[in-house]
């Protein structure tokens, strides 16, 4: 399926980024040897102590025991399709018009699993006929969804369209859109009866003032939300995907519609290295500062989504990208609230740019990686 995908900004910064680390679980202590009773007996109970105080300590940092009696129903994802008990694994699998299942079927041979979300885009052209790149849930996205959850990114862009033909948010907003596109996806998505995620014009901030201003911006996702509500749409988890580059911290915060409409919020931060001529940047470095960015901006309290991350390999350092994906699920657990990290298997414009895994070694990483018990939660 064809899609165009705003260039994003990177961050160049490393070394103001902060680690999160795993909370430490308590250390056991041990006394020299006690001849008497009662002290032996005090020895025990110290050590039984700390060793539930290290039990508790992990299962708090790593989300309840997969195994333990009761846990599975307690960790069945929320009605907006939160997994209380750690994150969504999820990627972006390159595919062409009709070959969307055999392709996520490939990815997930060659990472170990299934998938958790698929994530496509799509773009306002006229949703029906056989042009599908302005058909939200597709055949091919009906299939898939059948047994994985589905991201679907909807800009407001007509993919070789003409000038005339681009929408803006002021159009939007103003329901111009509304009988022709806006009408017909709603109607789709609620046909379709099961929970979805939607984003709408994601990475926003790289939009201005092509699509218009930030308050245009609001005012057209809030007017689709609304749109969606009057039609009876209820299976929709509305998902508010920024870039997370901090140089558009203003602009990210002016268009941001406000909790009464937003579910989940994503942002996408890579390790670029030199596809922008940047340096190295670990996955803690590509996400703890905006991570806490939004949570002290944003929301405190949405479930986050890591809506695209990965990052470049290093030709010189042929093992960089493996060791990359290795630090994947130790990082997640140290992002509260974040709910789902998905990957990006592919390149963006420009040199040096594609993303995508690029030997054995990286796939093996995040094959390792995404087995983590804290990426695999219950889908039902």
Known sequence: MRFNRPRRPFRRDPDTVGQHRKPSAGQSASGPFASSRRRLLITSATVVSAVLVAVLALRNASGPDPGAAGSKADC??????????????????????????????????????????V???????????????????TPEERRVGEDHLLLLSWESKWWGGTKRQQPTWKQIAAGKLDDEVIDVQARRIKDYGKKVFLSFDLEMDTRTPDNGTPAEYVKAYRHIH????????DNVVWTWITTGYLDHADEIKKMYPGDDYVDWVGYNQYNYYRCHEAGWLTFAQTQNATHDWIRANISDDKPLMLSEFGTAADPARPQRQAE?????????????????????????????????????????????????????????
């Open 76 to 117: 069945r994802p929320t009605a907006l399709l939160e997994p209380p008990c750690g994150a969504w694994f999820g990627a972006f699998v390159p595919h062409e018009r009709d070959d969307l299942p055999e392709k996520v079927r490939a990815y997930e041979k060659r990472v170990g699993r299934e998938l958790d979300i």
């Open 119 to 137: 994530y496509t885009y799509h773009d306002m052209s006229l949703p029906e006929g056989t042009r599908r790149e302005g058909q939200l849930l």
């Open 226 to 233: 609304d749109r969606f509500r009057e039609l009876g749409v």
């Open 324 to 380: 990359w994906y290795g630090q994947v699920p130790g990082v997640l657990r140290g992002l509260e609230g974040v709910k789902a990290a998905l990957q990006w298997n592919y390149r963006d414009p420009g040199p040096h740019c594609n993303l995508a895994l690029a030997n054995d070694a990286a796939w093996d990483s995040l094959r390792k990686a995404v087995s983590d018990p804290y990426l695999n939660q219950p889908l039902k």
